[in-house]
C-alpha cells in the first residue's frame, strides 16, 4: 500500500464567521465575481449586458477563502455569498465547477437566503436540491455544482471540502449546466 503524501504541521486556528452579512473574518483576499464574468453563462446574453451597463458591473458573487493549504489532507472551508436578482428572467448563479480532482466531494450548508443546488455528472445527469437555511447539500465525488439565488437576498452558504480538490471551471463554461432555473410569473421554474 502506498502511503499519502505528506501534510505540513500547521498551528490550530478560529476564525470569526458573520453568519447575516456572509463575512469570513481573516479570510484570504475575497474573490469578488462581477456580473460582466459571467458572459456567456446566462441564456439571455443581452439581458446580462443591459444589467452590466445599468448598474456599473455590479458584484455577481463573493468567496471568502479560509486560510488553509490546497494541500492533501487540509479540509477548506468558504462562504460564498450570491446575491438576488434575474438576468432577463433566469435567477442569479454562480458560474459553477467540477473539482480538480474529481474523486473528491464537498459539503454545502445554507446559512441565509432561498435557492437550489444543481449538480451534474460529466455524462449529462443532472438534478438539484433546495436549498435554505439549515439545509444542508452533500455534493458527492464527480459531481460539478453550482448554486442558484431564488429569493430576495443574499444567499449565503459554508462550504467544506478536502483540500487538494481544486476547481475545475473550464469544463462548466463550455459545456454549461442541462437545466436552468427560471423565474416565471412569480414561480420557480428548472428546465
Ligand atoms: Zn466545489
Redesign the pocket.
Known amino acids: 500500500m502506498t502511503s499519502p503524501p505528506e501534510t505540513p504541521l500547521l498551528e490550530p486556528f478560529r476564525v470569526h464567521l458573520d453568519l447575516a452579512a456572509g463575512i469570513l473574518q481573516d479570510a484570504d483576499a475575497p474573490l469578488v465575481r462581477r456580473a460582466s464574468v459571467m458572459r456567456g453563462y446566462y441564456a439571455d446574453a443581452e439581458a446580462l449586458e443591459r444589467l452590466i451597463e445599468a448598474e456599473n458591473d455590479p458584484v455577481h458573487y463573493e468567496t471568502f477563502e479560509s486560510p488553509v493549504p490546497e494541500e492533501y489532507g487540509q479540509v477548506k472551508f468558504c462562504i460564498s455569498k450570491l446575491y438576488p436578482g434575474t438576468v432577463g428572467d433566469e435567477f442569479f448563479m454562480t458560474k459553477g465547477?467540477y473539482?480538480t480532482v474529481l474523486q473528491t466531494g464537498?459539503v454545502y450548508l445554507c446559512l441565509r437566503g432561498q435557492g437550489l443546488m444543481l449538480m451534474k455528472l460529466a455524462d449529462g445527469r443532472c438534478c438539484w436540491e433546495p436549498f435554505s437555511p439549515g439545509q444542508l447539500v452533500y455534493v458527492p465525488p464527480y459531481w460539478a455544482?453550482r448554486s442558484v439565488n431564488t429569493g430576495d437576498e443574499p444567499l449565503i452558504s459554508l462550504c467544506l471540502?478536502p483540500g487538494d480538490?481544486g476547481?475545475n471551471y473550464g469544463d462548466i463554461q463550455t459545456d454549461g449546466f442541462p437545466r436552468r432555473v427560471f423565474l416565471r410569473q412569480g414561480q420557480v421554474v428548472v428546465e
Open positions: 465547477h473539482h464537498e455544482h471540502y480538490a476547481h
